[in-house]
Each structure stands twice: as C-alpha cells, then as structure tokens.
C-alpha cells in the first residue's frame, strides 16, 4: 500500500521546480534586470541610452553614496553588538533558574519584531518628537529641560537616534533564534562546570558561546543582511536628514530612481548594494573564523 503512493523522482522534481521557481523570479530576474539597466542611461520612459560603465564611474566619485556606506557600517556594527549581544545576555538570563514565567517573556520579548518597519518608525518619531514626545517630557519631569531639543535634527547624533529602534525591533528576533540553539545543549554540561567552579559569565563565555558559534554567526550574516538594506523607519523618521546625516544606500537608490527619475543609475546603485553587501558578509565571516583558528590553536 505505501509503495502504491509512493512518490516518483519525477513528482518530487515538479514539486521542488515550483519554491525555485518562484525564487528565481522574485530573486534572480531583478537582480539580472537591474544590472542590465545599470549600463543605460534611462529616466524611466520607453528610451535608455547605453552608456558602459559611466554609471558606475559616477558612483565611484559619489560622496553621498560612500556616506550613506558609512551609515549603512554603523548600522551593521551598532546591531550586531546591540541586537545580537543584548539577545544574548537576554536569552542567558531567561535560562537562568532564578526566572519564572519564562515562556511569558520569551513571548513579549518577541513581540517587537512582529511590528511592521513602518509602524516602529512612527512610535519612535512621537518619542523623540519635540514638543509632545515622551523623551523630552522626562527630561522636563526631572528638571533637566535645558537638555530638550529637537532630536531628529541633531546630525551629530541622528544615527544613533534611528538605530535604537532597529536594535529594539529585533532583540526578540535573535533571541528566538539563541534560545533555540542553547536549548540543545545538554544541561550536564552546566552542571558539571558548576561543580569545577565556574561562574555565569565563564560559563557564558567558554562553554555556551564556542557551542553555539555556528548559530551566531548565522545570525550576525542575518543582521548584516539586514542592515545593509535598512530603509522603512529610517525614512519614516528622517527620510535621511538633516541633509544626509541619516541616509543609507536604500533610501538613496530609492531617491535617485523615483524622485529624481534616474532609473539607470539607480540601478547601478541597487547591484552596488549587492555588492556591498556580499563583501561584508563574507569578510565578517572570514574575519570570525580566522579570530576562533586562532582562539583554538591557542
């Protein structure tokens, strides 16, 4: 009877041609189109004018560009510590015995990341907002009124100001995905460093991090993915001011093709993203791995 419903090699083909397919299309065919546009001079109409690698000679002098490279690295960098670090220590206090009602704050520690880009943005805008924000009315509640400003328009410290909700949104996220990969080691692990006299952070540091080395880097390759194409509350908030002190590469391939009609260089900054964003991922591996060899051979 179960060889009678056996699948054939053939079903099982057509079934996995439909999920590639469709990757394909939604992935690969953009990606394909918009390197093609990157060489044509295109404002969106019917005629595109192929003019070689001058897009990308105009990018390579492009100061705005490079700074918005900028922005996009603190992102990275700022997340990475923020998001995943936090998530970690987080998850670690979450497992510690002296916690109840674990499953109640795995789940509202989660709830953040639920929340659309969008809707983050506007909720931190109204907080930081001058005249009715929270921020600024606790600063007046404990007489520090003369620190009041107008935060957004700081450019010294606007990317700091939109990076705090990104850590917020999703310290739930890692924390899910932490919490996953600690569950799988054994508890005699714990116990037995207990007993040899080991505290929570050597425990933290020596037992359950190189355990989980691979989980990590898997979510430090996420929040770099992540934030290299960070675009929804920053514009929300921003919109890359005051002049461009907040702006990052999306948004700036998004001003350059739709508001300014530049279809052909945007696309050259969309692959340029790609890019980018290839590179640093596969350097911050390369750079964690050569950091544990070396860790291990020591």
């Known amino acids: 009877m179960l060889n009678a419903i056996k699948p054939t090699k053939k079903t099982v083909f057509l079934y996995l041609m439909i999920p590639v397919a ?69 998850v670690l206090m979450i497992n510690s015995k002296l916690v109840k009602f674990k499953t109640i704050h795995r789940t509202f520690g989660f709830f ?6 969008v809707c983050i943005g506007l909720i931190w805008n109204m907080i930081y907002h001058n005249k009715y924000g929270i921020l600024n009315w606790f600063l007046t509640a404990i007489g520090r009124k003369d620190l009041c400003q107008v935060w957004l328009n ?12 990104l850590i917020w949104q999703y310290i739930g996220y890692y924390m899910v995905i932490i919490l996953s990969a600690i ?15 080991a505290n929570g952070v050597q425990q933290a540091l020596y037992i359950t991090l190189p355990l989980i080395k691979n989980t990590m880097l898997v979510c430090i390759t996420l929040c770099i993915a992540g934030n290299m194409k960070a675009f929804d509350n920053i514009y929300v908030m921003t919109k890359g001011g005051p002049g461009t002190s907040s702006m990052v590469m999306a948004m700036y391939g998004y001003q350059v093709s739709f508001q300014q009609s530049n279809m052909g260089y945007g696309s050259c900054i969309s692959v340029a993203i790609f890019v980018l964003s290839l590179l640093v991922i596969g350097g911050s591996q390369a750079l964690i791995n050569f950091l544990t060899r070396e860790k291990e051979a020591k």
């Open 154 to 165: 700081n450019p010294k410290i606007v990317m700091l100001l939109v990076t705090i909700p």
């Open 22 to 90: 469709m990757f394909v299309f939604t992935v690969f065919v953009p990606l394909v189109t918009a390197l093609v546009y990157s060489f044509f001079e295109w404002k969106g109409g019917p005629v595109k004018t192929f003019n070689g690698l001058d897009n990308y000679i105009q990018l390579f002098h492009d100061g705005t560009f490079w700074e918005a490279f900028g922005h996009n690295i603190y992102l990275v960098i700022a997340c990475i510590i923020g998001q995943i670090g936090i998530a970690f220590i987080l």
């Open 112 to 117: 953040p990341s639920t929340i659309a880009a």
């Open 183 to 197: 569950s799988g080691i054994s508890t005699d692990i714990f116990e037995s460093a207990s007993i040899d006299g």
